[in-house]
């Protein structure tokens, strides 16, 4: 711009000049004036360009500008995010690490109540290891005192066969348990609770057997049949209770006399309450008076 505003100022002094040089001079001057010329135009092309240029870069400089307060908004809501974050993790690791330490504690406890448990069924395996070993020897008792029985059982038999086939006694086992059932005439008048002689002979010889038996409660059973007392016997014996176990306690009484532990003796009246055949005919009657002898083991007559 300052070449532009001389420009005239040098046309007037070469025109001036022009009067006094030569026309060698003039043409030279006019050649440098068109240089010159060329030169600001060259000059003005080149600051327009300059000034395109600055356009640009201040275009540019907002634009990075622009770009840098967008990555400063991005950086703050991002570092924002990242402490959001940061705080949730830091939360999540302290809540995972709470847990851990219950899950800890719980796997220890369950660990100490495994061995507990490990320790209760040694124990457990110890005491069936004590009970089986208890229990072979309370079977191998058992089958012994069965066979025992056995021979009771047989010896009875054997001594009673005659009342046996006659049908006044009869004697069963049922494994560990002998019951021996006799009609009440072998051993008592009618109405009466008193032994007689002949019943006294067939307890003695009963009484020889049982007097070997050292295991087994010796219960007496006094049975009746379903007739009501009589009015010459109601002022001793008020009712069937009375007489069955009147009977029972005198044959158990007499057993004791013998020489049977009368610790192994005990006597039980059941009236006409548990017959053996029906009160309807005499023949049944006559089975359920009866008196009985159940040899029974110890353990299951307490």
Sequence with gaps: MKFVRMFPLVLALLFFAGCVVSQSKYDASLADAANLKKDVSALEEKLKAEEAA????????????????????????????????????????????????????????????????????????????????????????????????KKTYTNLVDELKTEIQKGEIAVTQLRDKLSLSMVDRILFDSGSADVKKEGKKVLDRVAEILKKVSDKQIRIEGHTDNVPIGHRIAKKFATNWELSNARATNVVRYLQEQGIDPKLLSPAGYAEYRPVESNDTDEGKAKNRRIGIVLIPLDSAL
């Design 54 to 149: 600055k356009i640009a870069l201040e275009t540019a400089l907002a634009k990075l500008k622009k770009e840098k307060d967008e990555l400063s908004d991005a950086n703050a809501s991002l570092k924002a995010t990242l402490e959001a974050k940061k705080d949730e993790l830091t939360n999540e690791l302290v809540s995972a690490r709470a847990k851990l330490s219950e899950r800890e504690q719980k796997i220890k406890e369950t660990e100490n109540e495994l061995k507990s448990k490990d320790m209760h069924i040694a124990e457990l395996k110890t005491a069936i290891a004590g009970l089986s070993q208890e229990k072979s020897k309370a079977l191998e008792e058992k089958e012994a005192a069965i066979a025992e029985l």
